[in-house]
Structure formats: C-alpha cells, structure tokens
Nanobody, 123 residues
Framework: QVQLVESGGGSVQAGGSLRLSCAAS?????MGWFRQAPGKEREGVAA???????TYADSVKGRFSISRDHAKSTLYLQANSLLTEDTAMYYC????????????????????RGQGTQVTVSS
C-alpha cells in the first residue's frame, strides 16, 4: 500500500504560480496528478513514467510541469500562468508496478491516491 501526502496548495491570483509536492512512502515508477472541481469530472493533469517521460492534459500543456526526486520519493507539479478554471482539489496518484497505462488521462484511476490539496485561483 503506497501512502501519498500532498502539500503546496493555496490561493493565488490568476497568472500566478504554485508548486505542489507529493511525498510517497515508497518509490513508484508511474505517478501523476489529477484534479476535481466541484460538480465536474475528475481530470488527469499529468503523468510521469519509469523513464521520466511525461504526458499532460491539453488544458495545462505549456503551463504545468511534472517532475520528481527519486531519492526523496517526492513528486512535484509546477503550475504556472494559473487560470481561474484551474481551481480544484489536486490529487497525487501512483499506479501499480509495470503499469501499462501511465498517461495523463488514466491518472484518476491509478491504484493509489492521496487526500488532495486545494488550489484556488481568483481573478
């Protein structure tokens, strides 16, 4: 059972930046971020695979960047040029070993997820 703990959420004005972090209890090759706004479906934001290849949702391409520190088993999401529509609860997720689905759209159905961190963007 992989334990995931997110941090770094908060309130920011449109155009601002936030850096989300996710501390994992053990290393997972396939990890990602998804988000959910009130009344909306979960959206896979970004994923990073065993070889550090990355994929993103079209809605965040060019603005968000996923990365990780293998030594610290920590995942990051750098969110720049934030828009009001980025407001949501952001969740860190990790999938089972040898995941064949390590792409952004699949992140919401990964095997493990954290409790989430709120991001609120105001105009």
């Amino acid at each position: 059972q992989v334990q995931l703990v997110e941090s770094g959420g908060g309130s920011v004005q449109a155009g601002g930046s936030l850096r989300l972090s996710c501390a994992a209890s053990e290393r997972s090759n396939c990890m990602g971020w998804f988000r959910q706004a009130p009344g909306k479906e979960r959206e896979g934001v970004a994923a990073i695979d065993f070889d550090d290849s990355t994929t993103y949702a079209d809605s965040v391409k060019g603005r968000f960047s996923i990365s990780r520190d293998h030594a610290k088993s920590t995942l990051y999401l750098q969110a720049n040029s934030l828009l009001t529509e980025d407001t949501a609860m952001y969740y860190c997720a990790a999938d089972y070993p040898h995941s064949p689905r390590c792409k952004a759209p699949s992140v919401p159905v990964f095997g493990y997820r954290g409790q989430g961190t709120q991001v609120t963007v105001s105009s």
